[in-house]
């Protein structure tokens, strides 16, 4: 698959994005798509060990790294708070953080469904209402969820992951139309088989299964998320709030 080439511009120049889990994979490839618009980002993640090293990879200036665990409120609170005086008033929120505990649901503990909706559903839910408030006395805002495919269509061993999905994909909806009369949009992308670090360690059997379940027949990159994400909070998609985007290579059109 060839690679969706770096395209630098200025569309996000004076805003200021906030991306959740952006220490690595997919929520850093955002992070750098937003800085290349122009953006500056926060990047926030639960590993402290990344932030700072992620921040200073990016394109431009002025972005910093921040680390907080989504699943708790006072710390959600704090970095948005450090956020808009540091970096300056949110009007971007990328909620990309998430986890997998997976297991077959009779199998499946009680932690592993908890763990799972804490951090794919109520962090979104904390640091989306964090982040909110100022957009709502700007009357500004672009939020982007990132979902999965697997909330659209299920996923055997993933029943906790699949409901955290799809619980955020009804969320979207519900704020999208709850704030759209304030100047904020929200919408969610919702993700195929993309290739990470996570994929690179699967066994080559097991990549040729998955790519013979999606039409486009390879793997997506991170890069192909996040180019999607950019656009949808960027001014080209001012008329477009609450809906999903998958970037799955037409795993779902396909059932």
């Not at 269509?153 to 992951?161: E, P, S």
Request: with cysteine.
């Amino acid at each position: 698959m060839t690679e969706m080439p770096a395209v630098e511009g200025s569309e996000l120049r004076g805003e200021v994005a906030l991306v959740t889990g952006a220490g690595r994979g997919i929520g850093l490839a955002i992070a750098r798509e937003l800085a290349l618009g122009g953006a500056k980002v926060a990047v926030v993640d639960v590993d402290p060990a990344t932030v700072d090293s992620a921040a200073a990879s990016l394109p431009g200036e002025g972005h910093r790294g921040y680390s907080a665990d989504v699943r708790n409120a006072s710390e959600v609170q704090a970095v948005v708070e450090r956020v808009e005086v540091e970096v300056g008033p949110l009007s971007i929120l990328v909620n990309n953080a998430g986890i997998t505990r997976d297991n077959l649901l009779l199998r499946m503990s009680e932690e592993e469904w908890d763990g799972v909706l804490a951090v794919n559903l109520k962090g979104v839910f904390l640091v989306t209402k964090a982040a909110v408030r100022g957009m709502m006395k700007r009357r500004k805002g672009a939020i982007v969820n990132i979902a999965s495919v697997i909330g659209l269509m299920g996923n055997a061993g993933q029943a906790n992951y699949a409901a955290s999905k799809a619980g955020l994909l009804g969320f979207t909806k519900s704020v999208a139309r709850e704030l759209a009369s304030r100047g904020i949009r929200c919408n969610a992308v919702a993700p195929g088989f993309i290739r990470t670090a996570m994929t690179e360690k699967l066994p080559t059997e097991v990549v040729e299964g998955l790519q013979a379940r999606i039409p486009l027949g390879t793997l997506g990159e991170p890069e192909d998320v996040a180019g999607v994400v950019r656009f949808l909070v960027g001014p080209r998609a001012r008329y477009i709030t609450g809906q999903v985007l998958a970037v799955d290579g037409g795993m779902v059109m396909a059932g």
